[in-house]
Each structure stands twice: as structure tokens, then as C-alpha cells.
């Protein structure tokens, strides 16, 4: 049996700017086929990594491969192969949606049909308006358009619903799950929890340019963070929080102990919120003394 080598080998990449350490012996792999969703806080270092594997950026150290290629040294013909939408894109400016995605579409040996992606983004009322005069939410869609006109086998997704309504959130999820199923490979960035929960398979979470966790969704944050957690008031007034894995046994005994409704009973199972954000806050100390042992370093 032959196994598809990886869509994306990251190997113990490392990205200085001056003194600066944005990315710090980082590695994963992304499978053919797979959406991978990168997390962590502002200034973790996703938007340095993507940049690398897009070859908009040169590494400090390590080695990385993107559809097989070094993307320091990628050519137009690789190029092809990659759908791409930035964090911030330059202003649309005098061309409508349609005129901007024909033009785009003749730069791809396969490009999908211009009518079709527009669609799928649901911009079919604005597809003569010009770009200059749609929302921002309407601007991004274009933005996403473009980033799979070229019928990409690696989408790069940087931030892509940032001010886009519920609804349209929505509506993009069902288009990127609908291109995950064609088969195209998907990186994403997001700071919405819930979008990688509902798009990801697999999470990698970076802090202080370090990876502190991967791994499909429910993995992360290990074994015991997805341990439901049990809530209810006592007689006396006070709000009491127990951790189990068995929420309805206790639930039960409580319904017994109270000989009736429990007060204020919730029972939740923590989301990949939740777990993020334990991670985030065990972490960050560490990577905060150790950025302010360099500040100190650097300031004498
Ligand atoms: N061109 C640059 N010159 C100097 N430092 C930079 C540059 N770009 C990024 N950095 C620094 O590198 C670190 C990582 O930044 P990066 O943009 O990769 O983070 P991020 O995880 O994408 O953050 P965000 O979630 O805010 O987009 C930060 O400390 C940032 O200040």
C-alpha cells in the first residue's frame, strides 16, 4: 500500500524578525485532504507561518515543504496549485465581482466557472456592482472568490469570516466544507473557536510561537478536559461546580439529596473554547516572563 505523502510538512521552522522570535521550533504535518485549523493568540505566530508555507516569507531556520515544494523556491506552476486568501487584502477597486473573478480565472489551467463561485459565496445580486462599493463582509466573500477560482488542492484561509454576519458565517462553513469533500486541502486560521470546532479535523495551537497542543478537536487540551462539568446552588445560597464523568449519577444523587429539581442545575461538557483557553492562560505565563527575561536581556 502506498500512503499520499503530506499536503504540508512543517520541520522545525523557526522565524526571527531582528530580535523578535515569532516561530519557534514548530512542526506538524498536514494530510492530503484534511482542513487543519491553526489556533492561538494575537502575536502567536500564524499569520508568520502561513506566510512562510505561501512563500510570501523566508524562514530563519528549518525546513518546509508545500505540496511537495520548498516555497522559497516554488514556482508560477506551484503557485497555481495554491488558493490563497490573505488577512488583508488591498481595496477592490473600479472592476465589478465578475469583471475581477474572469480576470483572476485566466491565471489558473482549471479555473471553476466564474457564475459557480460566485455563487457559492452568495453574491449573486452584487456580481455587477463594483468592488469598491460593497460591505466589508461582501468585500471578504470576494476575497474567499478569489481564493478558490483557481480550483486550489491547498487553500490557504488566514482569518477568513472576520466581519462577516452569522448567517454568512454560516453560509461560508457549508462552502468550505462543500470544497473539504471535492477534496481540497484546508489551513485555516480563526479566532473563533466555534468555526474550527465546526470545520477543523485536526487543531494545532500555537503560543509564543511554540506549538502547545495538536490534535483533532475533542483530543485537545488532553484526556480530562472534556470532562463534563456539573452546576447547582445549595440550600445555603452557594453555587457549587463539580467535574465528572459520570454527570448523571450525580445529577441523581443531587435529585434525591434536594427530593426534587436540583437549583439552578446545569450540566455542560467544556467547548474547544474552554479548553483553548485553559491552555492560553497555563501557557502564557511561561512565554510572558520569558519574552520579559529578553526584554530585560535586550534593554541592558
Ligand atoms: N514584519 C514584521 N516585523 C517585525 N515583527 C513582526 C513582523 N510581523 C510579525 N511580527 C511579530 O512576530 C510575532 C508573530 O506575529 P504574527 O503576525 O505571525 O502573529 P499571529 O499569530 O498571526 O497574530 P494575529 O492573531 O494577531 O494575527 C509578533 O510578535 C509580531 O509582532
Known sequence: ???????????????????????????????????????????AGKSTTIEILEGYRRRTGGAVSVLGTDPGTGGLDW???????????????????????TQAARYYPRPRGVDEVIAAVGLESKADTRIGKLSGGQRRRVDVALGVIGRPEL?????????????????FWRLVRS???????????????????????????IIGGRLADIGRVEEIGGATSRVPVVRWREDDGELRTR??????????????????????????????EDVYLDLVATALPAATSSLAAAATEVAR
Not at 9 to 15: E, M, N, S
Not at 87 to 94: K, R
Not at 166 to 171: I, L, S
Open 1 to 43: 500500500m502506498t500512503s499520499t505523502p503530506p499536503a504540508v510538512v512543517v520541520d522545525g521552522l523557526h522565524k526571527s524578525y531582528g530580535d523578535v522570535v515569532a516561530v519557534d521550533d514548530l512542526s506538524f504535518e498536514i494530510h492530503r485532504g484534511e482542513t487543519f485549523a491553526l489556533l492561538g493568540p494575537n502575536g
Open 179 to 205: 470544497l473539504a469533500e471535492e477534496g481540497t486541502t484546508i489551513l485555516l486560521t480563526t479566532h473563533y473557536l466555534d468555526e474550527a470546532e465546526q470545520l477543523a479535523d485536526r487543531v494545532g495551537v
Open 243 to 272: 467535574r465528572t464523568g459520570a454527570p448523571a449519577a450525580l445529577v441523581a444523587e443531587l435529585v434525591g439529596r434536594f427530593d426534587g429539581e436540583p437549583h439552578e442545575l446545569t450540566v455542560t461538557r467544556p467547548t474547544l
Open 79 to 101: 503557485r497555481a496549485r495554491l488558493g490563497i486568501v490573505l488577512q488583508d487584502l488591498p481595496e477592490g477597486g473600479v472592476h465589478t465581482v465578475r469583471e475581477q473573478l
Open 155 to 171: 487553500l490557504f484561509l488566514d482569518e477568513p469570516t472576520t466581519g462577516f454576519d452569522p448567517q454568512a458565517r454560516h453560509e
